[in-house]
């Protein structure tokens, strides 16, 4: 009977630790409807905004009405950041002028205003948790 409570409560415990959240994106304002969405989810600083090795996940998801939406699931408990741009030629690069200026729109989550450069992953900073969290990126 012992064994059998401890492998119950062990049960429980497993799953209390795989909860796993999501996020449901939006991405708004894109010029035109031709193209996909590139999304890139970071759990940490490294490599944020821009590096795709660094991140958690990448995605890509297509344009429709001027929007693009998808739902990530399956993500710990934790603390994340999302760029995106808008990849219009379908290329899978980012350009930047020869200043070093985005040619692509983009956007990140919580929509910071930006100065000089891109923002850092705790301007960005979502908590997902086992609640589903809706993040609406305005296109820049």
Same mark, same amino acid.
């Given at each position: 009977?012992? !064994?059998?409570?401890?492998?119950?409560?062990?049960?429980? @415990? @497993?799953?209390?630790?795989?909860? @796993? +959240?999501? !996020?449901? *994106? !939006?991405?708004?304002?894109?010029?035109?409807?031709? %193209?996909? =969405? $590139?999304?890139?989810?970071?759990?940490?600083?490294? %490599?944020?905004?821009?590096?795709?090795?660094?991140?958690?996940?990448? *995605?890509?998801?297509?344009?429709?009405?001027?929007?693009?939406?998808?739902?990530? $699931? %399956?993500?710990?408990?934790?603390n994340y950041a999302i760029?995106?741009?808008?990849?219009?030629?379908?290329? +899978?690069?980012?350009?930047?002028?020869?200043? %070093?200026?985005?040619?692509?729109?983009? +956007?990140?989550?919580?929509?910071?205003?930006?100065?000089?450069?891109?923002?850092?992953?705790?301007?960005?900073? =979502?908590?997902?948790?086992?609640?589903?969290? *809706?993040?609406? !990126?305005?296109?820049?």
């Amino acid at each position: 009977m012992k !064994i059998i409570c401890l492998l119950i409560l062990f049960a429980f @415990s @497993s799953l209390a630790q795989t909860e @796993s +959240g999501e !996020i449901k *994106l !939006i991405v708004n304002d894109t010029k035109t409807d031709s %193209g996909m =969405i $590139r999304i890139l989810v970071f759990n940490q600083a490294e %490599g944020f905004p821009e590096e795709p090795k660094k991140a958690l996940k990448a *995605l890509s998801i297509p344009v429709k009405n001027s929007s693009a939406q998808t739902t990530i $699931r %399956g993500l710990p408990s934790g603390n994340y950041a999302i760029s995106v741009f808008h990849d219009e030629d379908e290329d +899978g690069v980012f350009k930047k002028n020869s200043f %070093g200026l985005p040619k692509d729109s983009y +956007g990140f989550s919580n929509n910071p205003t930006i100065f000089f450069g891109p923002p850092n992953f705790s301007k960005c900073k =979502i908590v997902v948790n086992n609640k589903p969290v *809706l993040v609406e !990126i305005i296109l820049k």
